[in-house]
């Protein structure tokens, strides 16, 4: 049926939607009470990042039980009730699925540290060398080495991520028939599919040294690997018994990769979320920031466009800094978090929206590491220290990329607690939230939020949007245009990326113009989106 094409689907990051019960922690009961505004958004499904128990060292996602849910967030009841008050208005589902590795809290890991054990082979787990040195040169995604030695079983374990989440073993048949479980047991409580956490990277084909790299040493023997994809297709049987939904989260993916792990033939996943389009204003890695160029921008978005017949389409996530101050513009609040609106609603595939991107929140205003909470920040302080990094250019490099600054408490109110807590909130809500708030947009026709809502049912109405064809009509400096068209209809989307004026050649009605002009005559406001048909 494939509903996923003709839906916007939007993130929840549970810690910080909405508190019920004055703990400072967002929870599920608290998600249940906000329902009615994603149905007036016009969402038809919910992606929840990890809500499983979790001794929380990376948010949940570290896992250490996949079929209890965590204390902080509520109940299996809570959880049920969710997925039945959410079907009643329409609204699906999606579970994040964190199958790479699970917590070091996890009961298949504490088994593990006997040898002995039929979990033995669960986890990687390797001597070190005679000197003390590590099984292999890997190096690991938040800046650390990626062993840890484990003095009861006196080996080390492979954690490509923090040294609590350890990497599961996929040569271990075993594993994958655990993980077929934990599909059937979510699938039968009426979840809709899940949102695979750096599903390309399951299958590490040997453990050898890898070349050395500025970043991921050893990602040569597991990244994309055929392992991966005959892991995909086992589990896409499960999935296909309850005709669930997939998408990839896929680190360093190309297009031709993607294009292989989404090929409806090949029944492994149904999209993928790629990361070349967030690349455009670093260098390499996220620590270097560049200037954001919006060619080299619109470039991206175009390739992938045109090389993948379906896109998961976002431009914000709990792992990002916030879009506006990204590719748009702090100084142009309103109009470009508009823009951007228009950008992921129009472009073709399958929409995300990340939890407050709706009424353009922006990055924490944090002055001191003390204020952090992400283990990836925390980890990369530690090494930049060792780097003698000095103070004030560690914070530099942090500030403007910790996942913090995604992650701060939905602002849906303005005074103390924003709405979202009576509490203490566990990471700080952002200053501005007394002029950046739901509660103000809401009565607000020329709000962000309006024309979220606007924008969504449009798309929602609008099969051109929704399914038509994608024709790149204008890539410079400042100005991108594309066309989408099925059959007879076409509609063409002009925005101007810039704090200055443009012009452009392409013409025809106004189907909607975020400066509120009725007629077209080539003439763009800083930040202008139009419509035209
Ligand atoms: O955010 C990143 C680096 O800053 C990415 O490399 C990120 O680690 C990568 O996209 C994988 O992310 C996912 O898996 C991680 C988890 O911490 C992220 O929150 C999740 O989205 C480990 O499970
Ligand atoms: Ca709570």
Redesign the pocket.
Known sequence: MEWWKDAIIYQIYPRSFQDSNGDGIGDIPGIISRLDHLQALGVGAVWL?PVYASPNA??G??ISNYREINPEYGTMEDMERLIAEAGRRGIRIIM?L?I??TSTDHYWFRQSRDKNSPYANYYYWRHGGADGALPNNWTG??GEDCWEFDPQRCEYYLHL??KH?ADLNYHEPAVLEEVKDILRFWLRKGVAGFRC??INILWKDSLDNGKKRLALTGSEHYLSLEGTHEILRQLREVLDEYNAFTVG?T?FVTPAQARDLCASDRRELDMVFS?EHMECDQWFL?WFKRKFRPRVFFECLTKWQQELDWNALYLE????PRSIPRFGSAGHWRESGKLLAVLLLTLRGTPFIYQGQEIGMVNFDFSRMRQLND??SKNVEKVLRRLHIPQKLRWKIISR?S?DNARTPFQWEAGPGAGFTVGRPWLGINHNCESVNLAEQENDSDSIWSWYKDLAALRNGSEVLRRGSFTPLETGDQVFAYRRALGEEALTVVLNFSDKPARTALQGGVVRSSAGRDRFDGHLEPWEAVILD
């Open positions: 990042s990376d948010n996602y570290d994040d964190v790479n590795h995604f938040f991520f923090a989440q956490d750096v989260e680190v990361f996220k996530n709990h792992d990002q283990v990836e990329t996942r």
